[in-house]
């Protein structure tokens, strides 16, 4: 027998027993090592996504674990490889897939989300959706992989060059990856975040970060770029304050790339578009190249997962990892380690 996280209902979580059973044709069953809480979990925790979560719900899709069996007519992948999970399954027949945009399937199985998730012991997932991982990553480490690949397809979709001047609102995880993507391909980057503890992180990393509840970020911004306005801004709070600070911020033809998942309509200061020629574009998920790319960054240790990773609990304490994680304070991200009881999982 082997355990899971399950949502049961709005803020109900618990652990229950299940029999695994062997992979089918195109599957691996793998042993999940740690498995990151997301904000989307958080989400679902708190009930927003019950239209969509058929309860009860196998939750996560951060992950890193190694193959445990391979099912049939599956190749190149053996017992004992380290993998992470690029969680979508596509239809291949919609028109966003036609178009090559299989991540925004008209259809998608985001597992995880739309069928079980990594938060158990063993997971049973189809073998297209492995990312090979290096022998030399901590498996710990390499369960950051899946959010530096959201930062990597974020700052892609926002053009990001070198030498752009870049304002991140919300230095949350997915904000701080990407701010240090951005970095990496040669942007100055500010990053705009309440909580004392986030913001002192962001700075550790060398980020300069800002306290929107202190100062002036527009003035900010116009000072640092000699009243140019910034390049490219990205919204990561969710909330309506942070929507008015990335409009505000930008300069002229400035790009602004929503990240967040805002449960409710926002009033947007549509004169400013039109007055400086702004553009908004969505970035949602990712694909294979952005998860490749993202696993080298994790690697070489440009995204330095270790200082991300603010505490790893057993995955029957995951429950009260949900809650501390609602409460804010002093945490960034917290890893489920899912090894403990695992009979014959090489982790």
Same mark, same amino acid.
Request: charged fraction near 20%; glycine fraction near 10%.
């Given at each position: 027998?082997?355990?899971?996280?399950?949502? @049961?209902?709005?803020? #109900?979580?618990?652990?229950?027993?299940?029999?695994?059973?062997?992979?089918?044709?195109? %599957?691996?069953?793998?042993?999940?090592?740690?498995?990151?809480?997301?904000?989307?979990?958080?989400? @679902?925790?708190?009930?927003?996504?019950?239209? *969509?979560?058929a309860a009860p719900a196998v939750?996560?899709? $951060?992950?890193?674990?190694?193959?445990? *069996?391979?099912g049939p007519g599956v190749e190149?992948?053996?017992?004992?490889?380290?993998?992470?999970?690029?969680?979508?399954?596509?239809?291949? #027949?919609?028109?966003?897939?036609?178009?090559?945009?299989?991540?925004?399937?008209?259809?998608?199985?985001?597992?995880?989300?739309?069928?079980?998730? &990594?938060?158990?012991?063993?997971?049973?997932?189809?073998?297209?959706?492995?990312?090979?991982?290096?022998?030399?990553?901590?498996?710990? *480490?390499? &369960?950051?992989?899946? /959010?530096?690949?959201?930062?990597?397809?974020?700052?892609?979709?926002?053009?990001?060059? %070198?030498?752009?001047?870049?304002? +991140?609102?919300?230095?949350?995880?997915?904000?701080?990856?990407?701010?240090?993507?951005?970095?990496?391909?040669? &942007?100055?980057?500010?990053?705009?975040?309440?909580?004392?503890?986030?913001?002192?992180?962001?700075?550790?990393?060398?980020?300069?970060?800002?306290? /929107?509840?202190?100062?002036?970020?527009?003035?900010?911004? $116009?000072?640092?770029?000699?009243?140019?306005?910034?390049?490219?801004?990205?919204?990561?709070?969710?909330? &309506?304050?942070?929507?008015? #600070?990335?409009?505000?911020?930008?300069?002229?033809?400035?790009?602004?790339?929503?990240?967040?998942?805002?449960? *409710?309509?926002?009033?947007?200061?549509?004169?400013?578009?039109?007055?400086? %020629?702004?553009?908004?574009?969505?970035?949602?998920?990712?694909?294979?190249?952005?998860?490749?790319?993202?696993?080298?960054?994790?690697?070489?240790?440009?995204? /330095?997962?270790?200082?991300?990773?603010?505490?790893?609990?057993?995955?029957?304490?995951?429950?009260?990892?949900?809650?501390?994680?609602?409460?804010?304070?002093? +945490?960034?991200k917290i890893l489920v380690d899912? #090894?403990?009881?695992?009979?014959?999982?090489?982790?």
């Amino acid at each position: 027998m082997t355990l899971a996280v399950r949502y @049961i209902s709005a803020r #109900t979580l618990d652990t229950a027993a299940a029999e695994p059973s062997s992979p089918g044709p195109g %599957e691996v069953e793998l042993a999940p090592a740690y498995v990151g809480i997301c904000g989307t979990d958080l989400h @679902i925790f708190h009930g927003d996504m019950d239209a *969509r979560v058929a309860a009860p719900a196998v939750l996560g899709h $951060e992950m890193a674990g190694r193959v445990l *069996r391979v099912g049939p007519g599956v190749e190149g992948w053996q017992p004992g490889d380290a993998v992470t999970v690029m969680p979508l399954r596509w239809d291949d #027949t919609c028109l966003a897939c036609r178009n090559g945009h299989q991540h925004i399937c008209q259809h998608l199985d985001f597992i995880g989300i739309d069928s079980p998730g &990594a938060m158990q012991q063993r997971w049973k997932v189809p073998a297209s959706t492995l990312i090979r991982l290096p022998g030399s990553l901590p498996l710990d *480490r390499a &369960a950051l992989v899946e /959010p530096t690949a959201v930062a990597v397809h974020d700052v892609g979709r926002a053009r990001v060059a %070198e030498g752009e001047k870049v304002v +991140v609102v919300g230095g949350g995880p997915v904000g701080v990856l990407i701010a240090l993507v951005a970095r990496a391909a040669g &942007a100055e980057v500010r990053v705009v975040e309440l909580s004392a503890h986030r913001r002192l992180l962001a700075e550790e990393l060398g980020l300069t970060a800002w306290n /929107p509840a202190d100062v002036d970020v527009p003035r900010l911004v $116009e000072q640092w770029t000699g009243d140019a306005g910034a390049d490219v801004a990205f919204e990561v709070s969710g909330a &309506a304050a942070g929507v008015d #600070t990335a409009v505000d911020v930008l300069g002229v033809r400035g790009r602004l790339c929503l990240v967040a998942i805002h449960s *409710r309509p926002r009033e947007v200061n549509l004169h400013r578009f039109f007055w400086r %020629e702004l553009t908004l574009v969505g970035a949602r998920l990712y694909d294979r190249s952005d998860f490749e790319k993202a696993v080298t960054l994790v690697a070489d240790g440009t995204i /330095p997962a270790e200082r991300l990773i603010s505490k790893v609990v057993p995955l029957t304490q995951a429950p009260a990892a949900f809650e501390a994680l609602e409460g804010g304070g002093d +945490v960034m991200k917290i890893l489920v380690d899912c #090894t403990d009881d695992v009979q014959g999982a090489a982790v």
